[in-house]
């Protein structure tokens, strides 16, 4: 699958189906079909050109080219949403070929985010409908054409793998032949898709388009960009929050073979070398002196006490029904809890890069990000240039999972790049990277809950305290003290609870920015949620699964997938001492997850997840290889965070360094991991980050299952497991 750059684009401001049709246009080689996501006035360029946003485009020659508002960082964007287009355009994927778009907010932003970014499992969602629309469009207008060329009705044709064929003659013609006459011809209007028993594509294994080039190397990430004349450059950013360079003796670095040159920033300085390996003995050999500044105190402990203060006061509510005041006085009995999970890395395999050419007047870059405008007008105003007078390239990206959202990366990057003559690759070793990633927010949550006689909750309170990363992120999205990221998976739950009451309270710890991490609001609440309504559960003698389903009357779908992994799991058969299940349910990301969990305890307290049976329904499914990997994928990225994951300070420092200090589940502890899908009409759901927030609460509840003892923090406290000798 080729990758080009894009050449031509369009405006958009509206998902309505007339400003979708009215952005279809000729141009003189071949057919140019504008992709709604969503679109709006289109605007023509002459007879050879439109300006669409991400759009197909049909030469002459039959290819048929996907410009990509999305990015690849292993979730299956690049094989799925062109599985869309040929669907409904009758071709095979092997026709389509992807451009990345270019950083342009006004033509290719997100539509259920409103900005150019590809994260909250949505490119799918968002694309689901336009994409199969221009597909379709293009489809129709291509059969007009031939029908008009031979003279015949429209009704008597039909488009089969690229070709238009008159049935009764038997005459065809290839897309690529009717390509200008179909530009030339009417905008159809309300086109109606294909019902879902009429998929060809859409539904059935398919290989990624993107692995071959994983495979045999010639898949290009952002670490792979090497402009002619490059430079290598490694970091050292200050090792304490908000510190400052106060002096570097650089006698020693300027002495190592192959470094070029020193650059002092205000609170960095890096080496900049013909390779990596002399940049990296050079940054090693300098001796540096940090200006600490006020944060050279501060610890996790700092960090807790501060939010455990912040959830004694009242927060912006978050949803209320009824009276959950009333009802937990009244309440047979009541069960009170608290929370915290913590700070934590993304350790992407690729680690953080970026190369830039500054050249004065304009700046170039070549990089792996998920939000492509962002980088362009952060480097912007580092670099002192207007935007148009940065040019982003961008690349396959080696792991996202929110951390390449952020463009602290590419600064960091211009602002050495300034310096330097000639194009440099600046590259973040893994220590920089862990110690100076931006984290998962922690979070502190006060919660309680009433249940009357039978043990069926009558109410629920719940107010947490932690970072918003989406009122630094994106400020519009946080209103009234809210926004959508930080409140799923704590409001709409799929259980029926009759008073129900949610606050959240704003605390952004001191000197840490917070960032998106792999599902992100919900990894916090669901593991809170699904915890403490194990909790629940529990109080009133009743099995874990039981008492869920008695609460799912309402919610069938909900219901289908707690029962499904249940049964798979053979949640009732005896297990062998020392062992247990835990069970978590979900629905965010616009889908409906439920994770069995079988785990072992050992008497010195370590725990070994050794199954993991996921039964999920996310609406209709594009391509089911791709959900299989992708929960299997978030299953392993929740599975590390409860065994492992824990980003702790002291004095202001972050404590670990590499995968010794933070673990990464190893291969030989990966659980077998079991997925079940349910088969449905709705349209497609999130799969991106389904698996990782459900896993963790299941794995707390299968400890508990096995021992009795009850994890209300993350990770895991082997300590506290301990069997007495």
């Known amino acids: 699958m080729a990758f080009d750059r894009n050449v031509s684009g369009a405006s958009y401001a509206d998902l309505s189906r007339r400003n979708f049709l009215i952005n279809s246009a000729v141009a003189g080689s071949g057919l140019v079909l504008s992709v709604s996501l969503p679109v709006g006035q289109g605007k023509a360029l002459g007879s050879n050109s439109f300006a669409p946003n991400a759009f197909i485009r049909i030469g002459t020659d039959g290819q048929i080219v996907l410009t990509m508002p999305y990015v690849e960082m292993g979730q299956g964007t690049y094989t799925s949403i062109p599985m869309l287009i040929a669907e409904e355009l009758e071709v095979s994927l092997k026709q389509v070929r992807l451009e990345h778009a270019p950083p342009n907010e006004k033509l290719y932003a997100n539509p259920l985010l409103g900005v150019q970014a590809t994260g909250n499992s949505n490119a799918i969602r968002g694309a689901w409908k336009p994409l199969r629309e221009a597909g379709a469009n293009a489809r129709v207008m291509l059969i007009a054409a031939a029908a008009t060329r031979w003279g015949v009705d429209v009704a008597s044709c039909h488009a089969e793998a690229g070709e238009v064929i008159h049935a009764s003659s038997g005459r065809r013609l290839k897309y690529g032949e009717l390509a200008a006459d179909a530009g030339r011809g009417p905008v159809p209007t309300n086109v109606v898709l294909k019902k879902l028993e009429e998929f060809k594509l859409i539904g059935t294994p398919t290989k990624r388009l993107d692995a071959s080039g994983k495979v045999n190397g010639t898949a290009v990430y952002g670490m792979d960009a090497r402009p002619p004349g490059v430079r290598v450059a490694a970091l050292a950013q200050s090792p304490v929050f908000g510190g400052r360079l106060k002096h570097v003796d650089d006698a020693a ?11 002092r920033l205000d609170d960095a300085v890096a080496v900049v070398a013909d390779h990596m390996g002399a940049a990296k003995k050079g940054l090693e050999a300098l001796k540096i002196e940090w200006d600490e500044g006020a944060h050279a105190g501060l610890s996790t402990q700092d960090v807790a006490r501060e939010l455990e203060q912040a959830t004694l006061k009242a927060g912006a509510v978050a949803q209320t029904i009824g009276n959950a005041d009333e009802a937990l006085a009244n309440a047979a009995t009541r069960v009170e809890a608290r929370y915290q999970l913590p700070f934590l890395a993304h350790a992407t395999m690729e680690p953080m890069n970026c190369t830039v050419h500054f050249r004065g007047s304009e700046c170039e870059i ?3 990000t998920q939000a492509i405008t962002r980088v362009q007008a952060m480097a912007a105003k580092a670099a002192g240039l207007p935007v148009e007078k940065v040019i982003v390239h961008n690349h396959l990206i080696g792991g996202g999972f929110g951390r390449r959202l ?5 600064v960091r990057a211009v602002e050495i790049g300034k310096q330097v003559d000639g194009p440099v690759k600046v590259v973040w070793t ?9 984290y998962r927010p922690y979070w502190v949550d006060r919660i309680a809950a009433g249940l009357d006689k039978d043990g069926k909750p009558i109410a629920w ?15 519009p999205a946080f209103k009234d003290g809210l926004d959508p990221d930080t409140t799923e998976g704590a409001i709409d739950l799929v259980y029926a609870v009759p008073n129900f009451h949610v606050e959240y309270v704003r605390a952004e710890p001191l000197g840490i920015q917070t960032a998106f991490w792999r599902s992100v609001g919900p990894s916090h609440n669901v593991f809170v949620t699904e915890s403490f309504i194990d909790e629940l559960a529990a109080a009133a003698r009743q099995d874990a699964v039981v008492y869920r389903r008695a609460l799912l009357d309402h919610n069938p779908r909900a219901k289908a997938v707690l029962d499904l992994a249940a049964e798979k799991a ?21 889908s409906y997850l439920a994770q069995v969990a079988e785990v072992e305890v050992a008497k010195d307290g370590s725990v070994r997840v050794h199954r993991v049976v996921c039964a999920m329904d996310c609406g ?10 992708q929960i299997q994928s978030g299953v392993i990225f929740g599975v590390t965070a409860a065994l492992y ?5 002291k004095n202001g420092r972050v404590e670990q360094t590499n995968f010794d200090t933070y673990q990464i589940l190893r291969i030989n502890e990966a659980p077998a991991i079991e997925v079940h899908v349910i088969k449905s009409a709705e349209p497609p759901g999130g799969m991106g980050e389904a698996g990782t927030s459900g896993i963790v609460p299941a794995i707390a509840n299968a400890v508990f299952a096995a021992t009795g003892k009850r994890l209300r923090k993350m990770p895991i406290d082997t300590n506290a497991l301990k069997q007495p000798a």
């Open 645 to 649: 994951g824990e980003i702790t300070l």
């Open 461 to 475: 309170k719940n107010r947490f305290a932690g970072s918003s990363v989406m009122a630094r992120w994106l400020p």
């Open 570 to 590: 053979g949640w009732s058969s005896p297990l062998p001492k020392g062992r247990g299940r835990g069970v978590a349910l979900q629905n965010v990301f616009g």
């Open 366 to 368: 070549w990089v792996g």
């Open 430 to 438: 893994r220590e920089e990277d862990i110690q100076h990633d931006m």
């Open 253 to 263: 670095a300027k002495a190592v073979k192959g470094v070029s040159q020193i650059v």
């Open 406 to 410: 952020e463009a602290d990366g590419a």
């Open 620 to 629: 209709t499914v594009i391509n089911p290889d791709t959900v299989q990997a």
